[in-house]
T-cell receptor, first 108, second 112 residues
Framework: GQNIDQPTEMTATEGAIVQINCTYQ??????LFWYQQHAGEAPTFLSY????GLEEKGRFSSFLSRSKGYSYLLLKELQMKDSASYLC?????????FGKGTRLHILP | DADVTQTPRNRITKTGKRIMLECSQT?????MYWYRQDPGLGLRLIYY???????NKGEISDGYSVSRQAQAKFSLSLESAIPNQTALYFC???????????FGPGTRLTVT
């Protein structure tokens, strides 16, 4: 996915916190999305970051550093229903390009 | 009713056949996208359109064509299907101001 890198899989425990990192090439960068996708379903929008910094939305937060080509999604108070794939996507010259996704497993 | 619909939801076809996947949306968005998703490869952009007169190739357009019949409709065609086009296909829409994409439920296509 045009050099958008994120870990393939992660495992965390119910009630804990997990951080999913994403790095990308900065050329033509306009903004960065995070999506959640449950198996067999369509992706659903979580966040869109344009400016540097942290944006919080309930249990989920997303961070962006434009100069470093780096973002992370932070999930707090993990619940079993958070077991899903998390997709990082870059708005590059108005094309939205996805990374390969991170499959998150939640253990009870 | 769903905001973004795709038909068919599942399709099995043979190598060499022509097939069309259709997408309709009621969100009033100008931007529409077609993606395919393969295990381990994530979502890859096939074509996208910013209005009825605008069609653009994405990352993997070879073997595909599209038609933007109206603001609400964006079709993807496989002129001569081949087995490596077996995948899950998603249509998405977007508003240039909100920057949020809304995805359809997907079409699972199998080419034998």
């Amino acid at each position: 996915g045009q050099n958008i890198d994120q870990p393939t899989e992660m495992t965390a425990t119910e009630g804990a916190i997990v951080q999913i990192n994403c790095t990308y090439q900065t050329s033509g960068f306009n903004g960065l999305f995070w999506y959640q996708q449950h198996a067999g379903e369509a992706p659903t929008f979580l966040s869109y970051n344009v400016l540097d910094g942290l944006e919080e939305k309930g249990r989920f937060s997303s961070f962006l550093s434009r100069s470093k080509g780096y973002s992370y999604l932070l999930l707090k108070e993990l619940q079993m229903k958070d077991s899903a794939s998390y997709l990082c996507a870059v708005n590059r010259d108005d094309k939205i390009i996805f990374g390969k996704g991170t499959r998150l497993h939640i253990l009870p | 009713d769903a905001d973004v619909t795709q038909t068919p939801r599942n399709r099995i076809t043979k190598t060499g056949k022509r097939i069309m996947l259709e997408c309709s949306q009621t969100k009033g968005h100008d931007r529409m996208y077609w993606y395919r998703q393969d295990p381990g490869l994530g979502l890859r952009l096939i074509y996208y359109s910013f209005d009825v007169k605008d069609i653009n190739k994405g990352e993997i357009s070879d073997g595909y064509s599209v038609s933007r019949q109206a603001q609400a409709k964006f079709s993807l065609s496989l002129e001569s299907a081949i087995p490596n086009q077996t995948a899950l296909y998603f249509c998405a829409t977007g508003d240039q101001n909100a920057y949020e994409q809304y995805f359809g439920p997907g079409t699972r296509l199998t080419v034998t």
